[in-house]
């Protein structure tokens, strides 16, 4: 084994909405494959990880607050899904305004709830 560890392989995704589950399983493939030749040229690869635009910070309230439960929803088969490969998947942030929100703090902590992987879907 090679004594340089890759901490992290990246995939940067733009999703339109989290139900496109192609472009997801895409990424997944690509990291998966990136981290066997990586293997097998003698590198550890300790995560990856799929990167995508903050897009709940880039809706307005009240689109938020009408699609924050089907979003959820989303999330959860996205988990689902990445659990299986050990992938990891950064939202972005998910405010980038400074105001209270308690809508978006109550849905924070159900996603961190519901997170399968323990930590391994990370929201900012």
Known sequence: MNALRIRTLTAGIELPDASRLDAIEAA???????????????????????????????????QRNRLLDQLLDQLRTIDALLADTGTIMSLGPVMTDDRNDSALAEW????????RQQGKFVAL
């Open 28 to 62: 997944t493939a690509l990291l998966q494959r990136a981290r066997r030749q990586f293997g097998d040229a003698g590198y550890e690869v300790q995560t990856v990880r799929i990167a995508t635009q903050p897009f709940v910070a880039r809706m307005d309230a009240a």
């Open 108 to 115: 924070a902590a159900e996603l961190v709830r519901e997170d």
